[in-house]
């Protein structure tokens, strides 16, 4: 059978193949009120056509473990019961599909309280404005020039945050998910926490490399202790900020050799599998893009660490993805913007290629 299309075991669950849907934010839930955070008919609709379309694992957009925690007023969130119920109708389609349902769970922390990205370029919005409100950061370091100077978090907000997070994961289980990714990259708080970019802090959260993780480990520890012994749980991680590659850029960031320190602490704490992308702590880092340009770290993470990876980033053809998988270079291939651009990107390589996905009944012929 080809490697892209053999089911994948993780603990007590079977993903029917290797093609994943990795999280993408639609910015499509209700800014106010009672719809705040809530998944609607876009989101059902988002993500049940690529369940149709075969994938064997859709993961969610970063939902925001409080409210404070979103990107945008439009994100989804997960701190209350309503988002759940919603939550739930669309984890049972996907599962109906033979789709695995996984929710990636975030804080955006400096990059919060933003603008839709199609509106004014995702521009910032003061707390002063409507829909705004005051981001929080492990330092007082703004993203960049124009962004909402953040409020510095003490221990006792993070030990808070760090509840949030366990909190979120017991409604995901609730809602009907069965796999948990705690969003550690992208520039977003856990990231802010482990890069020296944007950590600035002189107590147990900030300057060695071993107080620059303890969010990110108290997070994982906090979830697994609530998430089912049976279920994965992952984490989504920028392997480099891309200012070390960069001979002319002397900004001090996250690299490729903390992503594996960090890898071997993560898998000692429970978690199944690294996510592994990059970028999205700096503004104006140099990325050296380009088809499976990402791969590489994720590679480099499985061969020192024996953890499972997904690679992502420009993995568009299925001959491609079927390489990485079949010559061990990452567990499975995560597909962002070529899942938006064909839903059904998963039974066309599989007509390619001679593997099978899931078919829905109705597309049978008699």
Not at 250 to 268: H, I, P, S, Y
Not at 325 to 333: C, F, I, L, T, W
Not at 345 to 365: K, N
Request: hydrophobic residues 40%; negative net charge.
């Amino acid at each position: 059978m080809t490697s892209l299309f053999t089911p994948y075991a993780i603990r007590s669950l079977t993903v029917p193949n290797r093609i994943w849907m990795a999280a993408m934010c639609q910015y499509s839930a209700g800014p106010e009120g009672e719809a705040t955070g809530v998944p609607t008919d876009w989101h059902f609709a988002h993500l049940a056509a690529r369940a149709t379309g075969g994938a064997g694992l859709i993961l969610t957009e970063a939902t925001a473990v409080s409210p404070e925690g979103r990107i945008s007023p439009y994100d989804l969130g997960i701190w209350n019961d309503t988002q759940v119920a919603a939550f739930r109708r669309i984890t049972s389609f996907l599962k109906s599909q033979g789709s695995v349902a996984g929710i990636q769970l975030a804080h955006a922390g400096r990059k919060a309280s933003a603008e839709r990205t199609w509106v004014d370029r995702g521009r910032w919005i003061r707390p002063d404005e409507p829909y705004g409100w005051q981001p929080v950061a492990p330092s007082a370091v703004p993203f960049d020039d124009s962004a909402t100077t953040p409020a510095e978090l003490s221990a006792q907000q993070i030990r808070h945050l760090v509840q949030r997070f366990a909190e979120a994961a017991v409604r995901a289980l609730a809602a009907g998910f069965e796999v948990v990714e705690i969003h550690g990259a992208h520039g977003y708080l856990i990231h802010q926490f482990l890069s020296p970019h944007s950590n600035h802090r002189t107590d147990e959260y900030g300057g060695s490399f071993e107080n620059r993780i303890r969010f990110a480990l108290e997070v994982v520890e906090a979830v697994r202790a609530v998430w089912p012994e049976e279920l994965p749980v992952f984490f989504r991680v920028s392997a480099t900020d891309w200012l070390s590659e960069n001979p002319e850029d002397d900004r001090e960031g996250w690299t490729a050799d903390d992503t594996v320190r960090l890898a071997k602490e993560l898998q000692a704490r429970g978690v199944d599998l690294m996510d592994v992308s990059t970028g999205g702590i700096a503004p104006g880092a140099r990325i050296e893009t380009g088809p499976g340009y990402q791969v590489p770290f994720a590679e480099r993470v499985r061969e020192e660490t024996e953890m499972p990876v997904a690679a992502v980033g420009m993995i568009t053809e299925p001959a491609q993805a079927q390489e990485i998988v079949a010559s061990g270079r990452a567990d499975a291939v995560l597909l962002a913007r070529e899942l938006l651009r064909d839903p059904y990107w998963p039974r066309h390589a599989s007509a390619a290629l001679g593997g099978e996905v899931h078919t829905p009944v109705q597309y049978h012929r008699a």
